[in-house]
């Protein structure tokens, strides 16, 4: 059973300073991706990623693959108000067709 | 494009009454899915549905809920009798191919049973 675990499950942030969120995955994927969800929200599409070393980057946000480790990161820099959400990392296997998430990390940034 | 649509998207019931929900995916996506995400956790798949077939189900808790596609269009998803442990939000997600070709969410119903 494909197992997905991020850490932590909670981060305090202070605005300008740089984090990381870590995504483990038990089983053999190449496909990650990474989701973010406001309070009473759906859930937004930030990246996709699709094979080893592959890096994506938008704003604020850079998502890693690393699929012999099975692990993914979310680095956020120089963080502000407007990135606090919970975010979740899913992975997608070649026979299942389907995603699983791992439990959230809630993000809340301080001024 | 119009979104994964749902409906609705709150409702309050008692405990042991029955509820449904509706989904109506993005023209075109093929395979639709249903997930439940109980607060403070990632969504969980329920059902997954290519065209009008079922692919996987194995989640489902079977003898309370249950969920059909006729026509492979839009979907319901139901759940008779519901118990509390059932309050969560119940997300649908379409997707164009399956793997690869990308999922989009709806908003949701939440569903909180008293």
């Known amino acids: 059973e494909l197992k997905v675990e991020q850490n932590p499950l909670f981060l305090s942030m202070q605005e300008g300073k740089n984090y990381t969120i870590y995504c483990n995955y038990s089983t053999t994927s190449d496909r990650l991706y990474w989701y973010r969800q406001d309070p009473g929200k759906s859930l937004e599409s930030l990246f996709v990623?699709?094979?080893?070393?592959a890096v994506k980057q938008e704003g604020r946000l850079m998502a890693s693959l690393d699929t012999k480790a099975r692990l993914s990161t979310l680095h956020i820099t120089a963080a502000v108000h407007d990135l606090s959400a919970t975010y979740f990392c899913a992975v997608d296997t070649a026979a299942g067709n389907k995603l699983t998430f791992g439990g959230g990390t809630r993000v809340l940034v301080k001024p | 494009e119009a979104g994964v649509a749902q409906s609705p998207r709150y409702k309050i019931i008692e405990k042991r009454q029955s509820v449904a929900f509706w989904c109506n995916p993005i023209?075109?996506?093929?395979?639709l899915y249903w997930y439940q995400q109980i607060l403070g956790q990632g969504p969980k798949l329920l059902i997954q549905f290519q065209n009008n077939g079922v692919v996987d189900d194995s989640q489902l808790p079977k003898d309370r809920f249950s969920a059909e596609r006729l026509k492979g269009v839009d979907s319901t998803l139901k759940i008779q009798p519901a118990k509390l442990e059932d309050s969560a939000v119940y997300l649908c997600?379409?997707?164009?191919?399956?793997?690869?070709?990308?999922?989009?969410f709806g908003s949701g119903t939440r569903l909180t049973v008293v």
């Open positions: 023209s075109g996506h093929a395979t």
């Open positions: 997600a379409s997707s164009l191919t399956g793997r690869g070709s990308g999922y989009t």
């Open positions: 990623l699709l094979s080893n070393g």
